[in-house]
């Protein structure tokens, strides 16, 4: 919303009218610096939206986007004050730069931290809320020409953007206070979790408690469904240890390749039903969440010489996709300023809580058809 009204509305519509008074009127060389933000923010958000994130991680590039905001602020005060053309190349690649890393994160917490059912109704919202805040940039802008007396000069199109710059501030910090445990849905490394409690129907009054934990996982903690939200990769050969059982595959001329062979088919949690659980973290920061596993992605270390090692499972290699579970968190009743700066400062993460009773918001009674039902022979000979 500050970003829309101050930024994208204020001192960015004023950039054009401003470029012209510096350069005189020069049609192309407004031109040339249009064009040089246009491609540099393209490149940068599609190289952001598809190397970046994916690589270091939407909270690095986060913290990228506020350094460059922070250099752009910088550039605004120093380009404005010498007021030459080549003063605003710099500032239009700059925040070029920032308006492509800015988009590409916004766009993947925004789509990460929205309940999948109400995304359709928040999205219109967005939308509404994107248009009035944009329109209300020009206002503030033709308010502060009035109270100069609106003569078009150099020094009256600064202080315009000097104010939007000086609001534009708000928005820079903002980037260092994104975390992507506050996201609603989120992929990580199996590894990063302690142990995962499912809540299961049992013929006693008290329910029964399932726990996996990822360092004592192995295959028998899986068993066949075709329907199931376990990808399993099992490879083939023995230990990687021995030279004389390794198996890869090789080019047509019997040269080395970094393939190997593996087989991978679709499993689910032995007795488990359902995808709802509490999922505990290594870091001592994150509290429990409720969450609904969307998939797991499990990778099996290779058996040793023994043949009647079980295959444990690989948590460094292993991923798990999850969604925090909207019907077993509090939500806040009323409007808040002091849990609105609080989530500012500190994470929203901190009243994610289970509700009392959670584990009967997760029994499934209903019992799983084939539940007895071993994993195949193939899977056996892993």
């Given at each position: 919303?500050?970003?829309?009204?101050?930024?994208?509305?204020?001192?960015?519509k004023?950039?054009?009218?401003?470029?012209?008074?510096?350069t005189?009127?020069?049609?192309?060389?407004?031109?040339?610096?249009?064009?040089?933000?246009?491609?540099?923010?393209?490149?940068?958000?599609?190289?952001?939206?598809?190397?970046?994130?994916?690589?270091?991680?939407?909270?690095?590039?986060?913290?990228?986007t506020?350094?460059?905001?922070?250099?752009?602020?910088?550039?605004?005060?120093?380009?404005?004050?010498?007021?030459?053309?080549?003063?605003?190349?710099?500032?239009?690649?700059?925040?070029?730069?920032?308006?492509?890393?800015?988009?590409?994160?916004?766009?993947?917490?925004?789509?990460?931290?929205?309940?999948?059912s109400?995304?359709?109704?928040?999205?219109?919202?967005?939308?509404?809320?994107?248009?009035?805040?944009?329109?209300?940039?020009?206002?503030?802008?033709?308010?502060?020409?009035?109270?100069?007396?609106?003569?078009?000069?150099?020094?009256?199109?600064?202080?315009?953007?000097?104010?939007?710059?000086?609001?534009?501030?708000?928005?820079?910090?903002?980037?260092?206070?994104?975390?992507?445990?506050?996201?609603?849905?989120?992929?990580?490394?199996?590894?990063?979790?302690?142990?995962?409690?499912?809540?299961?129907?049992?013929?006693?009054?008290?329910a029964?408690?399932?726990?996996?934990?990822?360092?004592?996982?192995?295959?028998?903690?899986?068993?066949?469904?075709?329907d199931?939200?376990?990808?399993?990769?099992?490879?083939?050969?023995?230990?990687?240890?021995?030279?004389?059982?390794?198996?890869?595959?090789?080019?047509?001329?019997?040269?080395?390749?970094?393939?190997?062979?593996?087989?991978?088919?679709?499993?689910?949690?032995?007795?488990?039903?359902?995808?709802?659980?509490?999922?505990?973290?290594?870091?001592?920061?994150?509290?429990?969440?409720?969450?609904?596993?969307?998939?797991?992605?499990?990778?099996?270390?290779?058996?040793?010489?023994?043949?009647?090692?079980v295959?444990?499972?690989?948590?460094?290699?292993?991923?798990?996709?999850?969604?925090?579970?909207?019907?077993?968190?509090?939500?806040?009743?009323?409007?808040?300023?002091?849990?609105?700066?609080?989530?500012?400062?500190?994470?929203?993460?901190?009243?994610?809580?289970?509700?009392?009773?959670?584990?009967k918001?997760?029994?499934?009674?209903?019992?799983?058809?084939?539940?007895?039902?071993?994993?195949?022979?193939?899977?056996?000979?892993?």
């Amino acid at each position: 919303m500050i970003s829309n009204m101050f930024k994208e509305g204020m001192w960015f519509k004023a950039l054009t009218p401003y470029m012209l008074i510096i350069t005189d009127n020069d049609p192309i060389a407004v031109g040339n610096m249009m064009t040089l933000n246009g491609l540099t923010r393209a490149l940068v958000g599609v190289s952001c939206g598809r190397l970046m994130i994916n690589s270091i991680g939407t909270d690095a590039v986060w913290f990228v986007t506020g350094i460059v905001g922070a250099l752009g602020l910088l550039v605004n005060v120093i380009c404005l004050c010498q007021g030459s053309v080549f003063a605003a190349y710099v500032l239009n690649f700059t925040w070029a730069v920032y308006n492509g890393l800015w988009n590409s994160c916004l766009e993947t917490s925004w789509a990460r931290s929205i309940f999948r059912s109400k995304r359709e109704d928040i999205n219109g919202a967005r939308q509404i809320t994107n248009k009035v805040t944009t329109s209300l940039g020009p206002l503030f802008s033709a308010a502060i020409f009035l109270s100069y007396g609106n003569h078009w000069d150099v020094g009256l199109v600064q202080n315009v953007m000097l104010f939007g710059t000086g609001m534009t501030s708000v928005v820079v910090a903002l980037c260092f206070f994104f975390r992507s445990t506050q996201e609603i849905e989120q992929d990580l490394p199996l590894q990063d979790i302690q142990s995962m409690e499912f809540f299961c129907a049992s013929n006693s009054s008290e329910a029964e408690i399932l726990t996996f934990e990822p360092d004592a996982m192995c295959q028998t903690d899986f068993m066949a469904d075709d329907d199931g939200n376990v990808v399993l990769t099992c490879p083939l050969g023995g230990n990687s240890e021995s030279w004389a059982s390794r198996i890869r595959i090789l080019t047509s001329d019997y040269k080395e390749t970094h393939f190997i062979l593996a087989k991978q088919f679709r499993a689910s949690l032995k007795g488990v039903e359902g995808q709802s659980c509490l999922l505990w973290f290594r870091d001592a920061a994150r509290p429990c969440l409720p969450v609904q596993i969307e998939e797991l992605q499990i990778y099996l270390k290779q058996v040793g010489e023994d043949l009647d090692e079980v295959p444990r499972v690989n948590g460094a290699r292993s991923t798990i996709r999850f969604s925090i579970d909207p019907d077993a968190l509090h939500p806040p009743q009323h409007f808040s300023l002091r849990r609105f700066w609080r989530s500012i400062l500190l994470g929203s993460n901190s009243q994610v809580l289970p509700q009392e009773g959670l584990s009967k918001a997760l029994l499934r009674t209903q019992e799983r058809e084939g539940s007895e039902d071993q994993l195949p022979s193939l899977f056996a000979t892993c």
